[in-house]
């Protein structure tokens, strides 16, 4: 244990006397020498969101927790620490801005989503009960937000799951097709699930992956600004989608199966989620106009 802490104390002292060497060196500032050398997106506020939160400046440190309101100020106030010159440097504020706003943005979902997550369901809350009744006349599966966003998808996804496993075939059967026939139609075997049963599975995943950070490198690729409670619901949509493909391509026995499926397809989003320039549903682009809470609440209120 105290090797393991001296070795962290001297990789740090090694670490900032590198900085100090390569600010000598270049005459720009870690800070500078990220938003100049690293693209936009995951890559330049991950790098960002460390340098701040490892700095040793106070200012910097609490920077990834201002208000919204306060980030211009903040920023004014690093571009001040670091002596840097707005007039001759003027990109590193708006760089600077953006990967704030991202930061920000990504601790305030967190702390919107925790808070629906602990709202009771009230039976006397007027709004409440129009939510309940929306949910269950519009979409069978508690999942109206998916039904509204991509009813086709929604739609495939529900009938595909209601199929129960088709019998057993008799010998006689097995004798009657082809070598193709019978190929065929091994493979056309239906692989029923309980869709309410994913949806709350899939909900507890991006919520977990949400939490743990490992959404930062999605919602950094694709939300220009703060990522909001539409990015997270159509992260849903797209974790819902893509679960019912891999559970096709799985090809399992039985429902028994389903732990199986569900832990080896949180297991392959995670490694996609380490790559920097990952964008889980790039496609997907969150509109202000559409429901800031319905999906979430509906599903965390069941948790």
Request: charged share 25%; hydrophobic share 40%; net charge positive.
């Amino acid at each position: 244990m105290l090797i393991q802490v001296c070795l962290y104390f001297y990789c740090k002292f090694l670490w900032r006397c590198l900085k100090f060497v390569m600010r000598k060196l270049t005459g720009r500032c870690e800070l500078q020498r990220i938003c100049y050398n690293t693209k936009p997106g995951a890559s330049r506020t991950m790098k960002i969101e460390t340098s701040l939160r490892d700095s040793k400046s106070k200012l910097l440190q609490t920077s990834v927790s201002v208000h919204p309101d306060a980030i211009e100020k903040t920023i004014d106030d690093i571009m001040e620490l670091k002596k840097i010159n707005p007039d001759i440097n003027p990109q590193l504020g708006i760089s600077l801005q953006a990967c704030l706003l991202q930061i920000v943005g990504y601790r305030n979902l967190i702390a919107d989503v925790e808070k629906l997550r602990r709202e009771s369901y009230d039976s006397d809350n007027p709004q409440h009960e129009e939510m309940l009744l929306k949910l269950w006349f519009s979409f069978p599966s508690n999942s109206r937000y998916f039904a509204e966003r991509d009813a086709a998808a929604a739609q495939q996804v529900l009938s595909d799951s209601l199929h129960p496993k088709c019998r057993d075939i008799t010998k006689e059967e097995i004798s009657k097709f082809s070598k193709a026939e019978w190929e065929k139609k091994r493979m056309d075997k239906a692989i029923g699930y309980s869709f309410a049963i994913v949806g709350i599975n899939i909900t507890d995943l991006a919520y977990n992956l949400l939490v743990s950070g490992a959404l930062k490198t999605h919602f950094y690729n694709i939300a220009p600004e703060a990522p909001t409670l539409s990015h997270f619901q159509q992260t849903f949509c797209y974790l819902m989608h893509e679960f019912h493909k891999f559970w096709i391509e799985e090809d399992p026995m039985d429902i028994m199966e389903f732990n199986r499926v569900r832990e080896k397809f949180r297991k392959r989003i995670i490694k996609q989620l380490q790559n920097p320039d990952m964008a889980l549903c790039p496609h997907f682009a969150a509109s202000e106009a559409a429901s800031s809470s319905d999906q979430v609440h509906a599903w965390t209120s069941f948790q």
